[in-house]
């Protein structure tokens, strides 16, 4: 059974950073890419930030690109988001994903194509 846990929420200033980490188990975790997602209250679920399984390709969403930085450590079966130069509108709930489908090694943005999700970590960013 795959699970998929995410951790590092928090609330932070404006201005500040925070790290993500998502710990994945229960399957080959360094030949799938992985996603970070974000959803506030009333918008729909948003791209972040995805990996390919070597690390080779990665992909960010318009409204984090420069700020956010996505990279894994294989050998602990985790992926991370560092988050820079946050501002209140990054408030949002982050969840972690696996790639699933015949292309699961490759990153991409739509969240209908991620297998397995965590339960979510909340980010608080303060004005």
């Known amino acids: 059974q795959v699970h998929v846990v995410e951790s590092g929420g928090g609330l932070v200033q404006a201005g500040g950073s925070l790290r993500l980490s998502c710990a994945a188990s229960g399957l080959p975790f360094s030949m799938y890419a992985l996603g970070w997602f974000r959803q506030a209250p009333g918008k729909e679920r948003e791209f972040v930030a995805a990996i390919s399984w070597t690390s080779s390709s990665t992909e960010y969403g318009d409204s984090v690109k420069g700020r956010f930085t996505i990279y894994r450590d294989d050998a602990k079966n985790t992926v991370f988001l560092q988050m820079n130069s946050l501002e209140p509108e990054d408030t949002a709930v982050y969840y972690c994903?696996?790639?699933?489908?015949?292309?699961?090694?490759?990153?991409?943005?739509?969240?209908?194509?991620?297998?397995?999700w965590g339960q979510g970590t909340q980010v608080t960013v303060s004005s």
């Open positions: 994903a696996v790639k699933g489908g015949n292309y699961f090694y490759l990153p991409s943005r739509p969240h209908e194509e991620y297998d397995y």
